[in-house]
C-alpha cells in the first residue's frame, strides 16, 4: 500500500522560509514523478513543484526563484524549500507520486504565512 507522509508545515512571517518533506513508503514500482501541490480555500489545486525521475524540476511561476524542490537523503523522499513567502502562499500543501499505475496523494499540510 502506497503511503506518503508529510512533514514542515507550520506558521511563518512573511519573507520567511519553511522547509516541506515528503516520504513515500510501499512502492513496489520506481516512480515516475514525486513533488507538491497546493490548494487554498476556495480555489482548485495547483501544481506547485514536481521533480522527474530524471531529476528535471517543474515549477508554477508564481514560485520560481523562490521555491526549490530536490531529493531527500533517503530514498523515495523529496524536499521543498520555500524562501520569501508571500501571504499568498498560504494553503495546504499536498505530496503527489506519479507511478505507472497512478498518482497517490499525502494528507496535507498546512503553510500560513502572516504577520
Known amino acids: 500500500q502506497v503511503r506518503l507522509v508529510e512533514s514542515g508545515g507550520g506558521l511563518v512571517q512573511p519573507g520567511g522560509s519553511l522547509r516541506l518533506s515528503c516520504a513515500a513508503s510501499g512502492l513496489i514500482y520506481s516512480w515516475d514523478a514525486m513533488g507538491w501541490y497546493r490548494q487554498a480555500p476556495g480555489k482548485q489545486r495547483e501544481l506547485v513543484a514536481t521533480l522527474t525521475k530524471s531529476d528535471v524540476a517543474k515549477y508554477a511561476d508564481s514560485v520560481k526563484g523562490r521555491f526549490t524542490i530536490s531529493r531527500g537523503k533517503a530514498a523515495n523522499t523529496v524536499s521543498l524549500q520555500m524562501n520569501n513567502l508571500k501571504p499568498v502562499d498560504s494553503a495546504v500543501y499536498y505530496c503527489?507520486?506519479?507511478?505507472?499505475?497512478?498518482?497517490?496523494w499525502g494528507q496535507g499540510t498546512q503553510v500560513t504565512v502572516s504577520s
Open positions: 503527489n507520486v506519479a507511478l505507472a499505475i497512478g498518482d497517490y
